[in-house]
């Protein structure tokens, strides 16, 4: 069920608990700002999630309100892991969805990488 963008930040979202190590994951990099995992149910061969540590429900409220340095620092680990994964060329998408009609189900900002294959269109068919 997608999220309703307008509700506080649950401290019980399961993103939260991974963060907290209260629920297994697995890690791919972690830094001061943030947190990268692999995507429980992948959707391409690379599906790799990047979280800020900071309690931002979406992208909307992490663009509003982080600071600069958690902005700066969010942003930079995504692209390191991107990196680090070596999908730079041929190239891979990035995805953050947002609330009701983004489709966003978890209410803690996550950048999706998704990569390994052509990830082919990017939204559904209408
Ligand atoms: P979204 O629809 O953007 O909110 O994406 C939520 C993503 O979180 C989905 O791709 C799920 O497969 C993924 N997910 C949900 N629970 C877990 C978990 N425990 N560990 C890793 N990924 C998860």
Redesign the pocket.
Known sequence: MPIDPTLPYDDNN?FAR?LRGE?P?TPVYEDEWAFA?????P?SPV?T?VIPKGKYVSWDDFSAKASAEEIAGFIRAVGHVAREKGLVEPGYRL???IGAHG????PHL?V?ILGGQFIGPMVMAR
Do not use: C, M
């Open positions: 399961i991974i629920i994951s995992f692999e995507d429980i149910n959707q599906h999630l995805l953050a969805k489709g966003q189900e978890v996550h999706h």
